[in-house]
């Protein structure tokens, strides 16, 4: 799995050369990394443990929200929120889609495209038993689908652990209706 460490602001530069660097090299450099320590999250962060969570701290990352599909454009909407025991100073979530993104995509801030059909976004920080900032993505997409399946998930937590990945691993599957799907 591919982990970036991620300091608001800095997304896209993070991110992006994560994902150049990772694709290179394959995942060889997260074997050597510490259990609390992302690839990479030296030169973005630190050490993540310093910050706050980290290997040893537990939190239950969770993501609600809803998706619309209608004539080739895809809104996703979600409120990432974390039940404890632990706060996150910052986590990452990742979008995964079934069809191909356009290549022009104005995103927004804190979030990033790493593939042809995936973008990755800050929280923000989760406390204990509360919710991160409102994620709003309007997605063009390359060609107009009958349908787009959207999986969501967390892509880096600081190395927290996360006994109920249930409610942080969803697929939801959006028509080119113009409804919403919620999640």
């Known amino acids: 799995m591919e982990v970036v460490a991620v300091r608001r602001g800095a997304v896209r530069s993070v991110v992006v050369a994560g994902s150049l660097v990772l694709g290179v090299a394959g995942l060889a450099g997260g074997a050597q990394a510490s259990a609390g320590e992302a690839p990479g999250a030296r030169g973005a962060r ?3 443990a310093a910050g706050g969570a980290g290997a040893g701290s537990e939190a239950d990352v969770s993501y609600h929200g809803r998706v619309r599909l209608a ?22 979530v990742r979008v995964r889609l079934s069809a191909d993104l356009a290549d022009r995509q104005e995103l927004a801030e804190g979030c990033a495209r790493t593939g042809t059909r995936e973008v990755v976004c800050e929280t923000g920080p989760l ?3 509360g919710r991160g900032r409102h994620i709003a993505l309007a997605l063009e997409l390359r060609e107009r689908p009958d349908e787009v399946s959207v999986r969501v998930d967390t892509w880096w937590n600081g190395g927290a652990s996360d006994r109920n990945r249930a409610n942080n691993e969803l697929v939801v599957l959006a028509l080119d209706t113009g409804d919403s799907y919620a999640f």
């Open 46 to 48: 630190g050490v993540w």
């Open 71 to 92: 004539g080739g454009r895809l809104r996703v909407w979600l409120i990432p929120a974390n039940d404890g025991p632990s706060a996150l100073p910052d986590a990452t």
């Open 127 to 129: 406390p204990r038993h």
